[in-house]
């Protein structure tokens, strides 16, 4: 039994009363040398939830009947809820007097003050801080005279910080800093902080940027340790590094991707067999042949978990050396790869395959937009850049149609939601915002990707050995019916309780090329739940998948990097029960460190849209658009223009009427007028004013 469990037994004797960490140690016999690691033990338990300090210093356990642990969500208002670790319990509504000097992010301990009543929502109050979130915060320099404030960019922190004079170090009125918390917020008393960093004026080129990767803490330089494993790397392959590897470097390989890719995870290649199937092959990166477990590049790369790419620069898991040299499958040119050959037949299934560790020698870097004209409209451009491939290409969309049309059966959901293409002048400034083109070439490439990654976690959940899967659960019964009420507004209806992904499907195809397809589908995916990173297999409900993982991209993806280390190890027959026995113990935790990774980068790269959006729509002020209702709400709607942008149109600026949000029809009414907005409406639009600090649009209806 470990000695976490021991406490945990030890404190849940009935007799067992709040003791000091120092009584604590006496009872375990603790050692004086060994009272650190022990005091760590109770400390990472207290941050777990698990075990609570009282004012007095005291640990006891969370009596889960009235505390609950979890993630505080602030609000500028002041006000919060705690979204409680557990994900059976519901958020708990924390008014501002009941903060307790608690901050937006903060992992904290909610006294129930107040039970779910019919109608009416929990309450709490914050008893306790377990880890602050909020050491370091981004946001602009107000200079003051005497002393500064800074005015936060996250919103959800409700207070302004103070900088005491010694503290501005020569930060100037308008500034985007960064600012280190020296004294947390207490009852009417503002936190305080010091300038650490200067980012430059927001008029600066790439500082608006800069702040939202400083915003969520996002890594930008290596280590000069990583940096050295990096350089140390060969640039070219040697004879060993070719050994117990499949040749593949005849066979027709090639990459297609956008035409600003600079790292090439993926290779393609296809022939017709005698039988009439497919063979189709998917040729990775071997990123784990660099990058060796538990070496600084690999402790690097799993603290990033995943490369961010916010619009003009990428944030790389790995440093260039790996990421667009020995490890991207540039053309004409051995590179080292893991490959999953596959025999496909006339109705999609894959009848037979084999994972081999190979070297390819890709014979051309294909564009999407080059291969889709010649797909699309039989380009005489395009097919002339092509000729060395057309055949190929041809086999290839063949097969696309059959996989796709094998997912489409069995009830796998395609959201065709736009999405944004922000284009930026060489000074970062916005110059078009449009919606971003999927097409055939690139729906290729998902299909094969998507089959890959089905069939290798298919394999290795039969060989019952660890692994990571990419799994999304069932959605909550609840929400999916609050999505059936919100459809019905639109003549739309879910059948039956239990919701199969083919339900959903099939409304996705009724909507499509309809006004509310966009907002309709925004709508439904906020319904499901995020797809995340698991130890533990189990189903991908919106591809209708019983197996699914990440294995095509380990480049940009620590998740696909790992399976790649479990794979190489399986086929060579060196998992032994030692190794087994450790991915078993470290799988979990990686699982959730990835996850947790991932979702940051979406944040971020969504806060930067925002941010470019915002930046874009303020020099069009005055201008008018055509827009559709997207949502609406106690305070007003919001309208989608065509080109993926959203605004408020607040009640305060529809001065035509007094309207109210009639919340059970879903509709927005004019008391005099009885005039009513409705979601999917075509409204006419006048931009009225764009807050960049606030990432807002607002707008006015004509």
Partial sequence: MSIRENILEFMENREYKPMLREELA?????????????????????????????????????????????????????????????????????????????????????????????????????????????????????????????????????????????????????????????????????PEGKVVEILGFLSDKGTDILSVIRQFKLPEEFSPKVQQQADMVEEELTQRDLEGREDLRELTTFTIDGADAKDFDDAVSIEYLDNGNYMLGVHIADVSHYVKQNSALDKEALLRGNSVYLIDRVIPMLPKELSNGICSLNPNVDRLTLTVFMEIDKKGTVVNHRIVESVIKSKQRLIYDDVSDYLENDDPKAKEKLKDILDELKKMHELMLILNKKRDKRGSIDFEFPETYIELDENGKPIDVRVAERRVANRMIEEFMLVTNETVAEEFHWAEIPFLYRVHEEPNAEKLQDFAKFIHNFGYSLKGKEIHPKELQLLTKEIKGKKEESVISTLLLRSLKKAVYSSESGIHFGLAAKYYSHFTSPIRRYPDLVIHRIIKDYLKGKLSSDKINRWEKILPEIADHTSMTERRADDAEREVDDLKKAQYMSERIGEEYTGMVSSVTNFGLFVQLANTIEGLVHFNNMDDDFYRFDEENYYIIGERTNRIYRIGDEVRIEVISADIGKRTIDFRLI
């Fill in 26 to 190: 006496i009872e375990f016999g603790i050692e004086k040398s060994d009272s650190k690691a022990f005091f760590k033990i109770l400390e990472s338990m207290e941050k777990e939830g698990i075990i609570i300090r009282n004012n007095k210093e005291k640990y006891g356990l969370i009596n889960s009947d009235y505390l609950v642990v979890g993630k505080l969500q602030g609000n500028e208002k002041g006000f919060g809820f705690v979204i409680p670790s557990d994900k059976t319990k519901d958020d708990i509504f924390i008014p501002a007097e009941n903060m307790n000097s608690a901050m937006n992010g903060d992992i904290v301990v909610a006294n129930l003050t107040r039970r779910q009543e019919s109608g009416r929502r929990q309450e709490g109050e914050i008893v306790r801080i377990l880890e602050r979130a909020n050491d370091t915060i981004i946001g602009t320099f107000e200079d003051n005279g005497n002393f500064g404030f800074l005015i936060p960019d996250e919103h959800r922190i409700a207070y302004d910080i103070f900088i005491p004079k010694a503290g501005t170090g020569g930060a100037k009125n308008g500034q985007k800093v960064v600012v280190e918390v020296t004294r947390w917020p207490e009852l009417r008393r503002n």
